[in-house]
Structure formats: structure tokens, C-alpha cells
């Protein structure tokens, strides 16, 4: 017969069994967050609120997109570094601010790498080359032209030193054997804003935040950077097939979680985001000209680690550095 202390025992091992199942089925109970270091408006806030709205419905929670522009997306890093590890904060992370920045940085108050645990690549993502509609040239080997008849004299626009876009156009550059003097700005919308009105005369952009300027002729669009034409671009030519072989950069979008979020949560994220990316989501996704694609968090750190390696090369042959 049990005594009553018995009975006591058995009922606190009941409860501190049943505690975490408890805890784990019923995630999440409150809304989630998910920081970005780049601004509303943006390719990435574009993407991240696409797959905020997909995950609120399949997990019927509010799902809050937090835009934190700055630094090349550091800011927006350096406070999600800060979140709690509770499954309620989450980073949508990108090439430069999880790989390039390894590189361009040595003075970081966070590591990138260290302080994340990846849960699943989102897209992959080409960039287009703009110009201003008043400048002279339709083609990219009329582009190149331009600029070695023009050395030192022409302008490009990025969204900071150290983001994709400076990078990718840092890469063309010495591919292509050119000048080009770089204007970062610290938002891309005034940039556009700027070629435009023939203030800088070049970006190399990341397709989504500007595909609606691309169908509506608000710029020339040269070339993209893709292996392949864009879906949602057809009538855009690549690099490679405008002179250019075997030039293609896509950097891309994935996400993430403060370093000890738990397991389960990041499974159960992983397993959501790939099943929205093979259903309802990866259509809106390639509509933006981005490429959808997911990975289980093993092959998405994997592929960090070896994009890492790749990325220093390119910023080392650039001489970029931004200590």
C-alpha cells in the first residue's frame, strides 16, 4: 500500500513529465518574431514578410516582421544576437550578414556562425544590373564600353558597403576588368530613387525589391545574374550569355534562431518553412525572381561553411575591408 508520501512522489514525477510535453505542445502560445537587419521595402523584407504571413496561418500565431536597417544589416544582427532563445525570436539571415560579414569585419561583438543555429535556406537570390534610361547603352558589352571609355567617371549605388550589392558588383568589376567608383547609401529605395533621376549611373540589385520598377520601365534592365533567365524575367538576358561566361552570382535568404533556441522548435520551423516552400509559398517566391529552395539545418550550415571560404576570396581579391 502507498503511503501518502508515496502518492506525493509519484504525482511530482507525473507533473515534471507531463511539464515540457505540456510546453512543447502547445508552441507557440504567444505571436513569434522575426528580425531583419535591412529595411522595410527592402528584397529581404519583401521575402520575410511572404513567409511571416505562410507561417501565422500554419501555425496560427501572429508572426511580427521587424525590419532594423544598418551597418550592412549588423544592427538588425546584433539585436537579434540579443533575443531571447525562447522560440519566439527568429532572424531572417542573408549571405553578407551570415558569411560576407566573417570577412569584411574583424571587430564584430557577435560571430555570425557561433551565435545562430540555422533552421532553413528560404531562396536563393539573383540580382539584376539598372541603369538610368538616359544612359547611353541597352546592352552589357555596351555597359562595359561605356566604362572603359569613361574610367573613374561612373557612379554605382549599393545599399551599404559590405551588402550583397557591393559585393556582387565588386565581383563584376573585376571580372569585367572596369572602373566603377562605389556611393553606398544606407537604404536601397533612395538609391533607385537616385539612378532614376541619373544621380548614380549603375546598380547591381537584388531582383525582388525592384522587379516592379523593372516591368514598369522606370530604369533599363541589362542583364541579371543568374545561370539561367528568370521566370518571372524572361525577357532579361543573363551575364553569362551577354558576354560574360560562367559569371553568376545569387547570394541568399535564410532563417534562423538565437544559438540554443530548442530543437524541437527548430524542427518543427524547418519542417514548416520546406513544406510551405514545396506548396503555396514557393510560387510567390519565384514570382519575385528569387529561386525557392529549403535544406534541413545540417546541409544549411554546411553550405555556410563552405560559402564562407568562397566569399573571402572574392572580398580578399577585392581589397575590401571595413574595420
Not at 537579434?80 to 522560440?87: Q, R, S
Request: aromatic content about 6%; some cysteine; proline content about 8%.
Amino acid at each position: 500500500m502507498l503511503t501518502r508520501l508515496g502518492y506525493a512522489l509519484i504525482l511530482a514525477v507525473a507533473v515534471g513529465l507531463a511539464g515540457p510535453a505540456s510546453a512543447q505542445d502547445t508552441w507557440p502560445d504567444r505571436p513569434i518574431k522575426i528580425i531583419l537587419g535591412f529595411p522595410a521595402g527592402s528584397g529581404v523584407d519583401v521575402v520575410t514578410r511572404l513567409v511571416a504571413d505562410k507561417l501565422g496561418r500554419d501555425l496560427k500565431q501572429t508572426v511580427i516582421v521587424e525590419p532594423h536597417a544598418g551597418a550592412g544589416g549588423n544592427v538588425g544582427t546584433g539585436i537579434a544576437v540579443k533575443a531571447p532563445a525562447d522560440g519566439y525570436n527568429f532572424y531572417m539571415g542573408t549571405t553578407g550578414t551570415q558569411v560576407a560579414a566573417t570577412a569584411l569585419y574583424h571587430d564584430l561583438p557577435f560571430d555570425p556562425r557561433r551565435d545562430f543555429a540555422p533552421i532553413a535556406p528560404i531562396c536563393d537570390v539573383p540580382h539584376i544590373l539598372i541603369v538610368p534610361n538616359s544612359l547611353p547603352v541597352h546592352t552589357l558589352q555596351e555597359f562595359i564600353a561605356y566604362l572603359r571609355a569613361n574610367p573613374g567617371k561612373v557612379n554605382y549605388a549599393s545599399s551599404g558597403n559590405g551588402t550583397a550589392m557591393h559585393l556582387t558588383t565588386e565581383q563584376f568589376k573585376t571580372a569585367a576588368h572596369v572602373e566603377l567608383i562605389h556611393v553606398p547609401y544606407r537604404v536601397s529605395t533612395q538609391a533607385v530613387a537616385d539612378l532614376i533621376s541619373g544621380q548614380v549611373q549603375a546598380m547591381i540589385h537584388q531582383v525582388p525589391a525592384v522587379i516592379g520598377q523593372v516591368h514598369s520601365g522606370l530604369f533599363r534592365s541589362i542583364a541579371v545574374t543568374s545561370a539561367q533567365r528568370l521566370p518571372a524575367l524572361p525577357e532579361i538576358p543573363t551575364f553569362a550569355e551577354s558576354g560574360m561566361p560562367g559569371f553568376e552570382s545569387s547570394t541568399w535568404m535564410g532563417l534562423f534562431a538565437p544559438a540554443g533556441t530548442p530543437e524541437p522548435v527548430i524542427a518543427r520551423m524547418n519542417r514548416d518553412v520546406v513544406a510551405a516552400i514545396n506548396g503555396e509559398l514557393g510560387p510567390k517566391l519565384a514570382a519575385l525572381g528569387t529561386v525557392p529552395r529549403g535544406s534541413t539545418p545540417q546541409a544549411f550550415k554546411a553550405e555556410i561553411d563552405a560559402d564562407v571560404v568562397k566569399w573571402s576570396k572574392i572580398i580578399e581579391a577585392a581589397h575590401i575591408k571595413l574595420d
